[in-house]
């Protein structure tokens, strides 16, 4: 969802495939689909519907580790600016943002209409928002909905007329693609916001998350792949997230607004930067001043992916650095220099998109990493 005064246009996800339709095949030039990563796929899906009274633990990824987001202002001069998140996207794919323009009362009214979307009926919501992947309300049935309900909306998603979740999604996403073109200065990729911004497109994923007695939730949910994703931190909120570290708890600060890294960024990085797998999930809400955490307690996130159209093809955006060697100019002195030119390696092959979307929100891979097939 984007407001009329918009200023750039965003590709709307193409659905070649309906909602019955069979996947897409997978591309036969990934030299890395093998048999033996088939296998790993199948028991990561066997894995993750066993029920959670079963205290099933994944070597690594289990054990939740508690991590402060390292704070970074938009305000900084820039090489402060570009300084500190080299440091947070190379030790930990997540970091919040101060002195952004996103207002609280904006965010505030935003969540008061995504809460409405929750006390429509099941045929109002199939209705209004019919599943078409990845778009739409989705009831997560095949997992016994674990982890609750959550509506995908686009840039063109106008059901309903929600100004304020409309404006606040087009505020979210400028700001998506300004910390995109930052992080590309900061890390030394080439730059990949230019004037054609067709190829990007934002998903508004509203979602009911649901954590247990343990303050663990339950399941990530669907896991889309993205560039950055943004949450805005309305109250005192706790998420755990699945980072490449394992799991991490965080609580960032009110007002804040908390981005994570996806596996698009650290391919164009060439593999310089660590993400985040699938959405934050929210873990405790607030009950005045005072952290209240119950058993099965449910609560509402707002997340914004800035993401790729399905046509896009992925692949490491490595720049060509040039760097100063000595050259003997038969003085003996070696002060004559010449410019060389080195050529980084990519660390990553490329593949589609499409292809790849279509598998990691399906499959709900969780015992490896999804990218693990494509790194050269």
Request: aromatic content about 6%; hydrophobic content about 35%; charged content about 20%.
């Amino acid at each position: 969802m984007a407001s009329s005064t918009h200023e750039h246009h965003l590709h709307h996800l193409p659905t070649p495939y309906g909602t019955t339709s069979a996947p897409p095949p997978t591309p036969s030039a990934h030299p890395n689909n093998t048999t033996t990563s088939e296998v790993a796929d199948s028991l990561s899906r066997l894995l993750h519907r066993i029920p959670p009274t079963l205290s099933l633990s994944l070597p690594g990824r289990r054990q939740s580790t508690t991590a402060s987001p390292p704070l970074i202002s938009l305000s900084d001069p820039k090489t402060t600016l570009h300084s500190n998140l080299l440091s947070a996207a190379k030790q930990h794919g997540f970091f919040q943002l101060t002195q952004h323009p996103i207002s609280s009362q904006l965010a505030q009214s935003a969540e008061s209409e995504s809460l409405s979307l929750f006390n429509l009926s099941l045929d109002e919501k199939q209705l209004c928002f019919p599943m078409n992947w990845p778009l739409g309300f989705d009831n997560d049935d095949d997992e016994d909905n674990l982890v609750g309900q959550s509506f995908c909306l686009d840039s063109n998603s106008t059901e309903l007329g929600f100004n304020s979740l409309r404006e606040f999604t087009s505020q979210m996403e400028k700001l998506g693609l300004e910390v995109i073109q930052e992080l590309a200065c900061a890390v030394g990729f080439e730059n990949p916001v230019g004037e054609d911004r067709t190829r990007f497109c934002s998903l508004m994923w509203v979602s009911e998350s649901e954590s247990d007695s343990s303050n663990r939730p339950l399941s990530l949910g669907r896991i889309y792949p993205f560039i950055v994703g943004l949450n805005y931190q309305i109250r005192c909120r706790k998420y755990s997230m699945l980072a490449d570290s394992g799991w991490v708890s965080v609580s960032p600060q009110v007002d804040s607004v908390m981005v994570t890294l996806g596996d698009i960024a650290q391919v164009w990085s060439n593999g310089k930067v660590k993400k985040v797998r699938g959405r934050p999930v929210p873990t405790t809400v607030t009950g005045g001043d005072v952290l209240e955490v119950n058993s099965n307690t449910h609560c509402v996130s707002m997340t914004l992916l800035v993401t790729l159209a399905h046509d896009n093809t992925v692949s490491p955006l490595l720049p060509k650095s040039p760097s100063l060697d000595k050259e003997d100019d038969g003085l003996g002195d070696n002060n004559s220099k010449t410019i060389a030119v080195q050529e980084e390696s990519p660390m990553f092959n490329s593949f589609s998109f499409e292809d790849y979307a279509w598998r990691v929100y399906h499959e709900r891979l969780l015992l490896k990493d999804p990218l693990v097939r494509y790194r050269v």
